[in-house]
């Protein structure tokens, strides 16, 4: 792709160029020196650890023939005859507006939902994926498992790629003939602006509960980046609330958006009924008409409802989407489920944060009888939220019959210390004792070990995962997988 410098700087709001050349032409942009080639514009960006504009020498020598930074960081910039340097007060916003130009405005021809809150996002925005397939709607899916157009996946790094990423795929996708984006919007994401200059069609606000405090600092924050989200809405878009979530009315006070709220409990525009549930699926009443969805676990009810409403706000037919809601099928690495040849049932479930773990944790009780044991694998991701390590630690010694502590991803940190942060909760419970142990692998085996006809394994954290990152190096490993061959190997 190429186009001229003019046409991508439109409506960038620029407080100074020195080597100005309109008619230069753009291959390409990026925000790392480290992957830029000929032609293209590096946009520099101050981050946490680093600031891009000391790579600006770097992102020249492999070919950038166009430089934005901010003003305040002059100081830093080495000026080179026929380099453009375009200075703007917020590099962030300015690549927003040049992104979209250098795609032509991918945002103006599909239409795009973000879906935003601690835990369900890419449950809703991929439950939308396949309900819109199932319509016969072309479109795009932006998760954390990757980016699929139609049924074409390209991995992807973070649950919100940078706004390059993502007007470079939409752009795909409506080449493909896409008309719907479903994004999930992180508040890492929002917070960083990697959704700067996007139209949204609509917002979808599942729930805001303890996570990520090591990136926000405080819950206040978490919850004002998640209602900025909002706030930026357009007056044509909708916002579409989780009325029984206890911020929903926090999430929208300044939105323009048109508000509609979903909800089992609390007085809401969309509502649904639960007959029946159980570890088969669920048996519901949805705007009148009884559904049976393969979906398990009442947060996945909450999703459906979503997913639901949403599809009604895009404007189809009730009809149709219940005709093709119960051909949903269940998301991998959320709440999956096996059962042995000897009638253990294993769970793999991503639950990484306190709420998560009380969602799939009430949905195992359901078919837990009396004599049945429920067994929980659990670990804490390094590198990440400290404070909520006790939260899940606790949840789990106080649910489940048998704790096993493992490690997650322990990134940079001391697994030992995870532990330590894991154990150090109070609790009415003290006879009970916790089993750790360093190696995940080991930690499953010995719950299989232990585990006897009909008891449940409960295997949390790492869901569709497909690796163990330890100190900077990804190890292959998959909860499932594992499970299924130490099954085997047991003869269980
Ligand atoms: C905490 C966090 O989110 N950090 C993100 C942030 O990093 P940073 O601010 O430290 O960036 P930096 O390393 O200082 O670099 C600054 C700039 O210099 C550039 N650079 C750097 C080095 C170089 O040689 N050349 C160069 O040009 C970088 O490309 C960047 O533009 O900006 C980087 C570039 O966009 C991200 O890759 C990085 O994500 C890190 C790896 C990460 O793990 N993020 C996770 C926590 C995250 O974003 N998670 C959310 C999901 C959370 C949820 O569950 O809801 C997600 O959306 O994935
Ligand atoms: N609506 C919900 N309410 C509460 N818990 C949920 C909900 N949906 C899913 N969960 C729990 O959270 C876990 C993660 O679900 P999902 O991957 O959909 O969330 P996410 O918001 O995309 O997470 P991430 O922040 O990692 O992208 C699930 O495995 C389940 O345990
Ligand atoms: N999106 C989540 C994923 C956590 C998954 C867990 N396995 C971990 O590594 O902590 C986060 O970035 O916090
Ligand atoms: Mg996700």
Redesign the pocket.
């Given at each position: 792709m190429k186009k001229l410098l003019k046409d991508v700087l439109k409506k960038v709001y620029v407080l100074k160029i020195i080597g100005k050349n309109p008619f230069k032409f753009i291959e390409g942009i990026s925000m790392s020196s480290k992957i830029v080639k000929d032609n293209m514009i590096f946009v520099a960006i101050k981050g946490k650890k680093k600031d891009g504009h000391k790579f600006i020498i770097d992102a020249i020598q492999k070919g950038a023939n166009t430089i934005i930074c901010e003003k305040s960081s002059f100081s830093f910039i080495p000026i080179h005859k026929h380099i453009t340097y375009v200075f703007v007060s917020d590099s962030m916003e300015a690549l927003g507006v040049i992104s979209s130009n250098f795609y032509d405005h991918p945002t103006k021809k599909i239409k795009l939902i973000g879906?935003?809150?601690?835990?369900?996002?890419?449950?809703?925005?991929?439950i939308l994926h396949q309900l819109f397939s199932k319509m016969g709607e072309k479109n795009i899916l932006i998760?954390?498992?990757g980016i699929k157009i139609l049924s074409i996946k390209y991995p992807t790094t973070h649950?919100t790629p940078n706004i390059i990423e993502i007007n470079k795929y939409l752009d795909i996708s409506i080449q493909k003939g896409c008309k719907y984006a479903f994004m999930?919007v992180?508040s890492h994401g929002i917070h960083q602006k990697r959704i700067a200059g996007l139209l949204f069609q609509g917002g979808v606000f599942?729930?805001i509960?303890h996570?990520?405090l090591d990136y926000h600092k405080s819950f206040d924050h978490y919850l004002s980046t998640k209602r900025l989200f909002f706030e930026n809405l357009s007056k044509k878009a909708f916002a579409l609330i989780?009325s029984d979530d206890e911020n929903s009315h926090q999430i929208i006070k300044k939105t323009l958006a048109k508000t509609y709220f979903y909800g089992i409990k609390k007085n809401s525009n969309f509502k649904i009924e639960i007959l029946k549930e159980n570890m088969n699926g669920n048996q519901l009443l949805i705007d009148g008409h009884q559904i049976l969805t393969y979906l398990i676990?009442?947060?996945?009810i909450?999703?459906l409802l979503?997913s639901y409403a949403t599809a009604i706000l895009l404007g189809k037919k009730k009809e149709n989407i219940l005709k093709k809601i119960k051909y949903v099928k269940p998301?991998k690495?959320?709440?999956e489920q096996f059962l042995s040849n000897s009638g253990i049932h294993i769970i793999v479930?991503?639950?990484?944060?306190p709420?998560?773990?009380?969602?799939?944790l009430n949905?195992l009780k359901i078919i837990k009888k009396n004599n049945e044991k429920l067994i929980c694998v659990i670990g804490c991701g390094g590198n990440r939220d400290i404070k909520k390590r006790s939260l899940m630690g606790k949840i789990v010694y106080e649910t489940c019959d048998i704790s096993i502590f493992t490690s997650d991803n322990p990134r940079e940190e001391d697994i030992n210390k995870i532990f330590n942060d894991m154990k150090n909760f109070k609790s009415y419970l003290n006879k009970k004792s916790i089993l750790t142990f360093v190696r995940r692998e080991e930690a499953i085996q010995t719950a299989i070990q232990i585990a006897k006809k009909k008891d449940i394994i409960l295997i949390?954290g790492k869901?569709?995962e497909t690796f163990q990152e330890i100190k900077g190096i990804r190890y292959s490993f998959n909860d499932m997988k594992i499970a299924k061959n130490l099954l085997k190997t047991y003869n269980k």
């Open positions: 879906i935003t809150g601690t835990n369900g996002k890419t449950s809703v925005a991929t998760s954390t498992m649950t999930e992180s599942t729930n509960t996570d990520h989780n676990g009442r947060f996945n909450y999703n979503a998301i690495g959320r709440c479930d991503y639950a990484h944060n709420d998560g773990l009380k969602s799939i949905t949390a869901g569709h």
